[in-house]
């Protein structure tokens, strides 16, 4: 059996080599996913599609998981609701990805932990700010070594997004040296190994280990749309560009849906604190409500592939409310 990943951010050349229905194709039996609904030739195949959680079904998801991970016990109910309205609040009545509810959830895991170390935790109240929480987060577990600030993380994930999306608006590989040319600076090789080998953030990947790639799709998006408007504050020329390229690509734009929901995320949650100009927020907005079908949220495209590369950043979490369990142990005897 032979599994291809990322089937839909593959180069055409690679897309047009997978063709089961070719006489040449010599595999019996072949796993893909994709953002896309690959059409794959005239052969018998199976679809699967991730479920995504109605807004109105947050609540029953969370209680779940929470009770699944061991954790329900540490909020009330009234803490309990309060976090699923402001989960309802950010997303609106936009279905959202299982995945989407785990990073949420994870977040109240370690905000709980927190509050029994009486340590202060700021908590996000948009997607954007989730995305960049989970950043701090993976930095935070970092305990050893040279140790980078949250905010140069921030950037340089920023910057790296941008460059893996920039020429498709889509999430695929970049060149690595583009990569370190676009860091800049004397240590942008070290800044970059940080943001792979210490957060996971990226992989390299290619046979001669000159390309990068974000491991989780839709948080390259939203970091790529934040620095997209970092560009544009700079320059609406950026603007003009991009979205030149947007509304001339009609016969692509499923492919990027993603990207352009996150973009209107951050347009809407960071536009007025980035001074951005009222103009690009009014373009997007009504792009985006045309009648086509693009409502669906841009972390759908969360594949559950990528699920256990979340799992292995919080262990610290569990670590971390072990000893605070632990501690009370010590003081109750």
């Known amino acids: 059996m032979v599994i291809v990943d990322h089937l839909s951010e593959m180069s055409e050349s690679t ?10 194709f010599s595999i019996n039996a072949l796993v893909v996913t994709s953002r896309l609904e690959e059409k794959l030739g005239q052969v018998t195949k199976t679809t699967l599609k991730p479920l995504r959680i109605q807004g109105n079904r947050l609540s029953s998801f969370m209680e779940a998981y929470l009770t699944q991970a061991s954790r329900r016990d540490l909020f009330t109910d009234a803490e309990f609701f309060q976090a699923c309205s402001r989960l309802s609040q950010m ?29 202060p935790l700021h908590t996000p109240d948009n997607i954007p700010e989730l995305m960049l929480w989970y950043l701090n987060e993976l930095n935070r577990g970092v305990t050893e070594g040279n140790k980078l600030s949250d ?12 460059e893996c999306l920039k020429q498709s608006f889509r999430p695929t590989a970049a060149k690595r040296d583009d990569a370190l040319t676009a860091l800049k600076g004397d240590d942008a090789e070290n ?53 030149h390229q947007v509304t001339t690509m009609p016969e692509e734009i499923e492919s990027i849906t993603g990207f352009l929901l996150a973009l209107r995320d951050c347009c809407e949650t960071l536009g007025k604190g980035a001074s951005l100009p009222q103009l690009i927020i009014k373009e997007l907005n009504q792009f985006m409500d045309s009648p086509v079908d693009k409502h669906s949220l841009s972390t759908q495209t969360f594949i559950q592939s990528h699920a256990t590369l979340i799992q292995s950043h919080q262990t610290f979490l569990q670590n971390g409310l072990n000893k605070s369990e632990g501690r009370s142990d010590m003081k109750s005897g």
């Open 91 to 119: 997303v609106g009545e936009r279905n959202i990805t299982a995945l989407l509810a785990k990073l949420y959830a994870d977040q109240l895991i370690a905000t709980k932990v927190e509050e029994i170390q009486q340590i």
């Open 15 to 24: 897309r047009k080599a997978i063709r089961p229905d070719s006489p040449d």
């Open 191 to 243: 800044r970059l190994k940080y943001l792979e080998e210490r957060l996971r953030l990226i992989q390299t990947i290619g046979a001669a280990h000159d390309n990068i790639r974000f491991a989780l799709d839709p948080l390259a998006e939203y970091l790529a749309a934040m620095h997209l408007l970092n560009l544009c504050q700079t320059s609406k020329l950026f603007w003009d560009e991009f979205w």
């Open 151 to 162: 905010r140069t993380v921030h950037q340089d994930a920023k910057i790296i997004a941008w």
